[in-house]
């Protein structure tokens, strides 16, 4: 087909969605017959259709739009004045000012001694690279060990070494063989815990099986241990207390290298800039991007702290790994554009002042008989649904079929809130808006929510 | 000159041009041997209580039958290859093997020992899924103990990191549930929990089959997961589509009392190997039996089983297993141990009573399984650092005795323990004498031990 020169109408976008364009991680069946939504602007937290429209976007794009959608002017700005000056250079043997300058931006704000940053082009390329970097570090210093533990449902890319990390066997196995030798252990999922188990005796409980599992794979051929500081997958699982710093000592008994995946998590979800900080992770590495640059351009970083890179400071070494487009001088100019706009808006403060009232107000929805339970911190949360309060009994495979995609993705998008309903674990509502949103949004997601979750209830048990 | 040849009772690393597996040793040289009785080079005789060292020589040596059946069939053709040709006694030993086989095993497939038959059932696991459209199953579950083989392929199977270690990560990686022993788990409940949750994680389409033993040997030995773990199991086959594969390398043949250990399981297998006790040490010979739903799979489908290696069914390993087969029917052996096993786990259980470190004495047949622990609490493992089970081997030689004992693992799923496994053969006087060793032997080294 030859290319168009004026803009599509909506139903010639329609049309030539519906013979080109591949969406990700999408049904193409349910397209055949029903229209695909075609989102053609945005402001705050607000985006419009081609049909005119409006939705509250409650995943900020996917966890990734975290100052909203109103600041393309200012960014278009600076991306177009980097363009003029210097469009594209590499970062290998040479490297240009934006690439330096971001480089210095990312280590101020990232946690203690983690003061080295890679760049890379997305989440699934930065959990790509430190697996990488961990297997070299430790060879770099005579030891070989090459394995990655994660944690269950955890997610965590799709690239091949990204995807074998992934702890959501459905993604994995189309795909095998993969890269082997990821050892999976249990994550932070505390709601279906038997009664009466304290806080102290769960984390002692993963810890246990943290350990075991990496004496299981052999302690001396263990790389990395990577974990989201607040696993999205399953339903924004934060950590019990005492849990990092037991995973900390774990991974230091061991020599093993630590990597928060902060994809989701840095530059201020939970309310600081990066969630390490937060939970006093103290990590050797971070993995960042949605919120790098807001997604307002394609780019993703590997943090690595002074210890990481000591090895590679030597000799002939060097960390074998790159990519034409990692750090990007335009990329790197709207990132830096994108954090000076949230410190100017006080974004990150904001997040942190917001928490509890954004919290109070989803609680309500605890009222409902479908509502098992409510969990996250910051601006990411998720709700359970569940079939019997009392015994958290959960939806079989079936019912979460029809509940989440024949009729709560459908009703909410008709009620004009985007957020999402996923069944990687247990089924989960996920509210994640961006960090722009105040007391206002809290109440119109919170109130759509309660309407359609009521009405799911009333259809589901009279199904 | 030639090292080895020097005539002593023992031949040390740096005297022999033999690559050894233990450098360290000094192995007796084994001159000869009837019976159950061992002669090494200076005459000395040494009673065999595990079959050769190694779970083999169920009938004991020089059986005269066995030894014509060889000479006969070696002057008659000893080798052709069974890619080109078939030979009566491959034919008659497939019918007779079938003939013993639980209920629907119609087929065999012959190789040359233990590995290779345990390394052909992985194939043949794979090869039924392939042939059947569901290319997605390649993973294989066992217990994390569980001993399968040296070979690339069958000592992924094992979850020991101490024998795998050395050849990360270029095994395939394969899943381990720990074993239902009664230290941890002796319901069997936690293996299934565990096994649930590995399907589940791997996706159960990708599971290929569940391995193991129906009775241990050296991993754990003469240990059988609880009749729980077993029914359920078979629950998980049926869901999930997967395979059963019973590695019957040492129970096969009549070991624990019937003609497979499969036998006394509450589920039926869809593959069984069987290696050692076939030939009995007179010939290295191995057999897969499989379910006919799985020749049926490749009949209807590719119609080749592509997998071969040059000495499988032999017509001189052929007609030594076959004389094999003949000799335990015709002297009732597989009787002689399903009813004298108990009882001979009952004399080692009463000549161990007194002992601190033995924590129990299993036993199916003539299996037994002698399992110590720390004397402190009766639970925990002894500290490998005393090297009990080492001291146990060693011992019992110098008192004429052959014993097989398992070293600790550094997995924590399995402490020192000792493995015996007499020649069907054996007489009431010979198994009385293993009894009283075993015991002399405990005995002194229990009192060798720092108090």
Same mark, same amino acid.
């Given at each position: 087909?030859?290319?168009?020169?004026?803009? @599509?109408?909506?139903?010639? +976008?329609?049309?030539?969605?519906?013979?080109?364009?591949?969406?990700?991680?999408?049904?193409?069946?349910?397209?055949?017959?029903?229209?695909?939504?075609?989102?053609?602007?945005?402001?705050?937290?607000?985006?419009?259709?081609?049909?005119?429209?409006?939705?509250?976007?409650?995943?900020?794009?996917?966890?990734?739009?975290?100052?909203?959608?109103?600041?393309?002017?200012?960014? *278009?700005?600076?991306?177009?004045?980097?363009?003029?000056?210097?469009?594209?250079?590499?970062?290998?043997?040479?490297?240009?000012?934006?690439?330096?300058?971001?480089?210095?931006?990312?280590?101020?704000?990232?946690?203690?001694?983690?003061?080295?940053?890679?760049?890379?082009? *997305?989440?699934?390329?930065?959990?790509?690279?430190?697996?990488?970097?961990?297997?070299?570090?430790?060879?770099?210093?005579?030891?070989?060990?090459?394995?990655?533990?994660?944690?269950?449902?955890?997610?965590?890319?799709?690239?091949? *070494?990204?995807?074998?990390?992934?702890?959501?066997?459905? +993604?994995?196995?189309?795909?095998?063989?993969?890269?082997?030798?990821?050892?999976? $252990?249990?994550?932070?999922?505390?709601?279906?815990?038997?009664?009466?188990?304290?806080?102290?005796?769960?984390?002692?409980?993963?810890?246990?099986?943290?350990?075991?599992?990496?004496?299981? !794979?052999?302690?001396?051929?263990?790389?990395?241990?990577?974990?989201?500081?607040?696993?999205?997958?399953?339903?924004?699982?934060?950590?019990?207390?005492?849990?990092?710093?037991?995973?900390?000592?774990?991974?230091?008994?061991?020599?093993?290298?630590?990597?928060?995946?902060?994809?989701?998590?840095?530059?201020?979800?939970?309310?600081?800039?990066?969630?390490? #900080?937060?939970?006093?992770?103290?990590?050797? =590495?971070?993995?960042?991007?949605?919120?790098?640059?807001?997604?307002?351009?394609?780019?993703?970083?590997?943090?690595?702290?002074?210890? $990481?890179?000591?090895?590679?400071?030597?000799?002939?070494? @060097?960390?074998?790994?790159?990519?034409?487009?990692?750090?990007?001088?335009?990329?790197?100019?709207?990132?830096?554009?994108?954090?000076?706009?949230?410190?100017?808006?006080?974004?990150?403060?904001? $997040?942190?002042?917001?928490?509890?009232?954004?919290?109070?107000?989803?609680?309500?929805?605890?009222?409902?008989?479908?509502?098992?339970?409510?969990?996250?911190?910051?601006? &990411?949360?998720?709700?359970?649904?569940?079939?019997?309060?009392?015994?958290?009994?959960?939806?079989?495979?079936?019912?979460?079929?029809?509940?989440?995609?024949?009729?709560?993705?459908?009703?909410?998008?008709?009620?004009? +809130?985007?957020?999402?309903?996923?069944?990687?674990?247990?089924?989960?509502?996920?509210?994640?808006?961006?960090?722009?949103?105040?007391?206002?949004?809290?109440?119109?997601?919170?109130?759509?929510?309660?309407?359609?979750?009521?009405?799911?209830?009333?259809?589901?048990?009279?199904? | @000159?030639?090292?080895?040849?020097?005539?002593?009772?023992?031949?040390?690393?740096?005297?022999?041009?033999?690559?050894?597996?233990?450098?360290?040793?000094?192995?007796?040289?084994?001159?000869?041997?009837?019976?159950?009785?061992?002669?090494?080079?200076?005459?000395?005789?040494?009673?065999?209580?595990?079959?050769?060292?190694? @779970?083999?020589?169920? +009938?004991?040596?020089?059986?005269?039958?066995?030894?014509?059946?060889?000479?006969?069939?070696?002057?008659?053709?000893?080798?052709?290859?069974?890619?080109?040709?078939?030979?009566?006694?491959?034919?008659?030993?497939?019918?007779?093997?079938?003939?013993?086989?639980?209920?629907?095993?119609?087929?065999?497939?012959?190789?040359?020992?233990?590995?290779?038959?345990?390394?052909?059932?992985?194939? =043949?696991?794979?090869?039924?899924?392939?042939?059947?459209?569901?290319?997605?199953?390649?993973?294989?579950?066992?217990?994390?103990?569980?001993?399968?083989?040296?070979?690339?392929?069958?000592?992924?199977?094992?979850?020991?990191?101490?024998?795998?270690?050395?050849?990360?990560?270029?095994?395939?990686?394969?899943?381990?549930?720990?074993?239902?022993?009664?230290? &941890?788990?002796?319901?069997?409940?936690?293996?299934?929990?565990?096994?649930?949750?590995?399907?589940?994680?791997?996706?159960?389409?990708?599971?290929?089959?569940?391995?193991?033993?129906?009775?241990?040997?050296?991993?754990?030995?003469?240990?059988?997961?609880?009749?729980?773990?077993?029914?359920?199991?078979?629950?998980?086959?049926?869901?999930?589509?997967?395979?059963?594969?019973?590695?019957?390398?040492?129970?096969?043949?009549?070991? #624990?009392?019937?003609?497979?250990?499969?036998?006394?399981?509450?589920?039926?297998?869809?593959?069984?190997?069987? !290696?050692?006790?076939?030939?009995?040490?007179?010939?290295?010979?191995? !057999?897969?039996?499989?379910?006919?739903?799985?020749?049926?799979?490749?009949?209807?489908?590719?119609?080749?089983?592509?997998?071969?290696?040059?000495?499988?069914?032999?017509?001189?390993?052929?007609?030594?297993?076959?004389?094999?087969?003949?000799?335990?029917?015709?002297?009732?052996?597989?009787?002689?141990?399903?009813?004298?096993?108990?009882?001979?786990?009952?004399?080692?259980?009463?000549?161990?009573?007194?002992?601190?470190?033995?924590?129990?004495?299993?036993?199916?047949?003539?299996?037994?399984?002698?399992?110590?622990?720390?004397?402190?609490?009766?639970?925990?493992?002894?500290?490998?650092?005393?090297?009990?089970?080492?001291?146990?081997?060693?011992?019992?030689?110098?008192?004429?005795?052959?014993?097989?004992?398992?070293?600790?693992?550094?997995?924590?799923?399995?402490?020192?323990?000792?493995?015996?496994?007499?020649?069907? $053969?054996?007489?009431?006087?010979?198994?009385?004498?293993?009894?009283?060793?075993?015991?002399?032997?405990?005995?002194?080294?229990?009192?060798?031990?720092?108090?």
């Amino acid at each position: 087909m030859s290319s168009t020169e004026t803009r @599509m109408s909506a139903a010639e +976008l329609q049309e030539a969605a519906r013979d080109h364009l591949w969406l990700h991680f999408t049904r193409m069946a349910g397209y055949r017959e029903s229209e695909l939504p075609v989102i053609v602007r945005g402001d705050g937290c607000y985006l419009e259709d081609v049909n005119g429209k409006r939705y509250l976007d409650a995943l900020a794009g996917l966890f990734s739009v975290n100052i909203g959608y109103g600041f393309g002017e200012e960014i *278009g700005e600076a991306a177009a004045a980097q363009m003029r000056e210097l469009p594209f250079y590499i970062n290998w043997t040479y490297a240009h000012p934006r690439s330096i300058e971001l480089a210095a931006e990312v280590a101020g704000l990232a946690p203690g001694d983690l003061n080295r940053v890679f760049f890379v082009s *997305g989440g699934s390329e930065a959990v790509e690279a430190a697996w990488k970097l961990a297997r070299q570090y430790h060879a770099a210093r005579g030891e070989r060990r090459w394995k990655a533990v994660a944690r269950r449902i955890a997610y965590h890319g799709t690239t091949m *070494g990204a995807l074998s990390i992934n702890g959501i066997a459905q +993604l994995r196995t189309p795909f095998e063989p993969l890269v082997p030798d990821v050892v999976h $252990v249990r994550n932070t999922n505390r709601y279906h815990r038997p009664d009466g188990e304290t806080e102290e005796e769960f984390t002692a409980f993963l810890l246990e099986d943290l350990e075991s599992a990496i004496e299981q !794979a052999g302690t001396d051929t263990v790389a990395m241990v990577i974990m989201e500081p607040v696993q999205n997958a399953g339903g924004a699982f934060t950590p019990p207390a005492g849990y990092f710093r037991g995973v900390r000592e774990i991974c230091d008994r061991y020599g093993i290298l630590l990597c928060a995946d902060e994809t989701i998590t840095g530059f201020g979800r939970v309310g600081d800039w990066f969630a390490s #900080t937060r939970y006093d992770i103290r990590p050797d =590495l971070i993995t960042s991007a949605k919120g790098l640059s807001s997604s307002y351009g394609v780019i993703g970083a590997l943090i690595a702290s002074d210890r $990481v890179m000591e090895p590679f400071l030597e000799g002939t070494k @060097m960390y074998a790994h790159g990519m034409t487009f990692g750090g990007h001088p335009v990329q790197c100019a709207v990132a830096l554009k994108n954090i000076e706009i949230m410190k100017r808006e006080r974004i990150v403060e904001r $997040v942190r002042e917001n928490e509890e009232r954004f919290r109070r107000t989803l609680s309500q929805l605890l009222e409902l008989e479908i509502a098992g339970d409510l969990r996250g911190a910051g601006y &990411f949360w998720a709700l359970e649904i569940v079939k019997d309060k009392a015994t958290k009994e959960t939806f079989s495979p079936e019912e979460c079929e029809w509940l989440l995609r024949d009729f709560l993705s459908p009703r909410l998008f008709e009620r004009g +809130l985007i957020c999402r309903a996923d069944d990687r674990g247990d089924p989960v509502i996920q509210i994640s808006p961006p960090l722009v949103a105040g007391p206002a949004q809290f109440d119109e997601i919170t109130g759509i929510l309660g309407d359609v979750l009521a009405e799911a209830w009333t259809k589901f048990t009279s199904r | @000159m030639a090292r080895g040849v020097s005539g002593e009772a023992v031949v040390r690393a740096h005297e022999t041009s033999v690559f050894p597996r233990e450098l360290d040793k000094a192995y007796p040289l084994i001159e000869r041997a009837e019976g159950v009785w061992l002669y090494d080079a200076a005459g000395n005789a040494i009673l065999d209580a595990v079959g050769g060292g190694a @779970m083999v020589t169920s +009938l004991g040596y020089g059986v005269r039958e066995l030894v014509e059946a060889a000479r006969e069939q070696a002057g008659r053709i000893p080798f052709v290859y069974n890619l080109r040709a078939t030979t009566p006694p491959q034919e008659r030993l497939a019918a007779e093997l079938v003939s013993i086989a639980p209920e629907g095993f119609g087929r065999v497939h012959f190789v040359t020992g233990g590995s290779e038959a345990n390394e052909l059932a992985l194939r =043949l696991a794979r090869s039924y899924h392939v042939e059947r459209g569901e290319t997605s199953r390649w993973r294989f579950v066992t217990q994390a103990q569980a001993y399968h083989g040296p070979t690339w392929a069958t000592l992924a199977l094992t979850g020991r990191p101490g024998l795998q270690r050395p050849y990360e990560p270029y095994l395939s990686p394969q899943l381990h549930i720990p074993p239902s022993t009664w230290r &941890f788990d002796p319901t069997g409940e936690a293996a299934l929990e565990a096994l649930d949750r590995a399907i589940e994680e791997a996706g159960p389409e990708t599971i290929a089959a569940f391995f193991s033993e129906p009775v241990s040997a050296a991993a754990l030995p003469a240990y059988s997961p609880p009749e729980r773990f077993w029914r359920g199991l078979d629950e998980r086959r049926r869901e999930h589509g997967f395979l059963v594969c019973l590695d019957e390398v040492v129970t096969g043949m009549g070991r #624990t009392g019937t003609w497979f250990a499969a036998d006394q399981l509450p589920l039926v297998p869809d593959v069984i190997t069987t !290696a050692k006790g076939l030939g009995a040490g007179y010939a290295p010979i191995g !057999a897969v039996l499989c379910r006919d739903e799985l020749y049926e799979a490749v009949a209807a489908g590719s119609r080749s089983f592509e997998h071969g290696h040059t000495w499988d069914g032999a017509p001189l390993s052929c007609a030594v297993a076959l004389a094999v087969v003949a000799y335990l029917k015709s002297h009732r052996l597989v009787e002689r141990v399903r009813e004298r096993g108990p009882r001979l786990r009952e004399e080692l259980q009463a000549a161990l009573r007194g002992s601190r470190i033995v924590r129990e004495v299993r036993g199916r047949g003539f299996l037994l399984g002698i399992d110590y622990a720390d004397p402190s609490d009766g639970t925990s493992f002894l500290d490998p650092a005393l090297r009990v089970a080492s001291r146990v081997d060693e011992e019992a030689l110098r008192r004429g005795l052959l014993v097989y004992s398992t070293q600790p693992t550094a997995d924590g799923y399995a402490g020192d323990q000792t493995l015996l496994a007499p020649a069907f $053969v054996s007489s009431d006087e010979e198994l009385a004498l293993i009894v009283k060793r075993v015991a002399d032997t405990v005995e002194a080294v229990e009192a060798s031990l720092p108090s």
